[in-house]
């Protein structure tokens, strides 16, 4: 059996970029989907915690990039033994 080049690989590697994949998208679509989320309850009346208050919505969206960027750098890290 060969070294491995990466420290997370196999089907555990797998599924982390499938996990980094869902998160990336999850951020590409954030913005759009906070705004209809505000369209609709203008349209049908929202309640004291929805829609999300922009402030919360940046928090999230900022919490999303930066657990990107750790999951990025996890992928690049090399196998030691």
């Known amino acids: 059996m060969s070294n491995p080049q ?5 089907k555990e590697r797998r599924q982390f970029k499938k996990d980094l ?3 990336r ?3 590409k679509t954030f913005w759009f989907y906070h705004q209809m989320d ?5 349209i049908f009346g ?3 915690d929805y829609p999300m208050s922009d402030d919360k919505t940046q928090i ?15 992928l ?5 033994q």
């Open 25 to 27: 998208s999850f951020i």
């Open 46 to 48: 929202g309640t004291n």
């Open 38 to 42: 505000k369209d609709m309850a203008e």
């Open 60 to 74: 999230m969206y900022d919490d999303g990039l930066n657990k990107i960027k750790e999951m990025e750098a996890e």
């Open 6 to 10: 990466f420290k997370i690989h196999g």
């Open 21 to 23: 994949a869902s998160l």
């Open 76 to 80: 690049i890290k090399p196998y030691s």
